[in-house]
């Protein structure tokens, strides 16, 4: 298949989804060989009506979850990695307030029982790894690590990266 002739069938297939109002907004970008090779963007940004254009920047929430968890596998198969070592082991401010047995499997499962955040950070304590990373160290535990589920949305990134980054 040619450049020209994957993008005109990305474009209807996108086109298809956006006319069915199955998506409200789309962008798809293929880059092959170093090359852009497809660039589609069709549809609305959100609902304000603002047309999707190839420079449209999307919410893209919890899309690295499955980068940094694939990361974290990889490192364990090399043997850099160990799925049952503490995040203390390597971020011993970590260890407060009983926190000191969650270990990399629990953030990879969602049971580290460190789900959520203080209510009142800003965008700009959000945004500041540090900070992140101190308030997380402070927290207290919603449950015992292992013995619970909970989607940890806002804390997942912060405890897997602190944890392979060291």
């Known amino acids: 298949m040619t450049p020209e002739e994957l993008q005109t069938r990305v474009q209807d297939t996108v086109d298809e ?46 899309t690295a979850k499955g980068v940094a968890s694939t990361v974290a596998h990889v490192l364990a198969e090399l043997g850099v990695l160990d799925y049952d070592m503490p995040l203390a082991a390597v971020w011993p401010e970590f260890a407060q307030h009983g926190k000191d047995t969650v270990t990399v ?4 499962c969602h049971t580290a029982g460190v789900p959520g955040l203080p209510a009142d950070l800003t965008p700009a304590e959000l945004c500041d790894w540090e900070r992140m990373c101190t308030v ?31």
């Open 17 to 62: 989804r956006i006319d069915s109002g199955t998506e409200l907004g789309v962008q798809v970008a293929v880059i092959h060989g170093g090359r852009l090779v497809v660039n589609v963007a069709s549809g609305l940004a959100d609902v304000s009506g603002r047309v999707v254009q190839p420079n449209t920047l999307f919410w893209a929430a919890s």
């Open 136 to 166: 997380l160290a402070e927290a207290q535990l919603w449950w015992e690590p292992g013995t619970a589920f909970g989607y940890h949305a806002h804390t997942f990134g912060f405890l897997l990266a602190k944890r392979c980054a060291g």
């Open 105 to 108: 499997r629990h953030v990879l």
